[in-house]
């Protein structure tokens, strides 16, 4: 499969992209040759390989929820412009 000139230019159109004669190019050269990669992927024989979602296994990569030490409420209110006794205080955005 190749892919034209006119191609390129829908889709520079559909992605707003304004695109000079030489990166229309070089863009259609790129994406030439990621096609022609395709194709010589599509020679495998995969009828055999389960589809899955990622190559390699994933982990669960999160710590355990601990309580640990949280900052005192004083001291969170304390920089704040406008607060009252335990909550900040914002203007008004829904009427």
Do not use: C, W
Request: aromatic fraction near 6%.
């Amino acid at each position: 499969m190749k892919i034209f000139r006119d191609e390129i230019e829908h889709i520079a159109l559909l992605a707003r992209l304004s695109l000079s004669v030489e990166e229309k190019e070089l863009f259609g050269s790129q994406l030439n040759s990621i096609l022609e990669y395709m194709e010589k992927l599509k020679e495998l024989d995969t009828k055999d390989i389960e589809p899955t979602s990622h190559v390699l296994s994933l982990l669960n990569v999160m710590r355990d929820d601990v309580p640990g030490y949280s900052i005192p409420r004083e001291d969170a209110l304390m920089n704040a412009p406008d607060s009252t006794d335990k909550f900040y205080r914002v203007p008004k955005i829904i009427e």
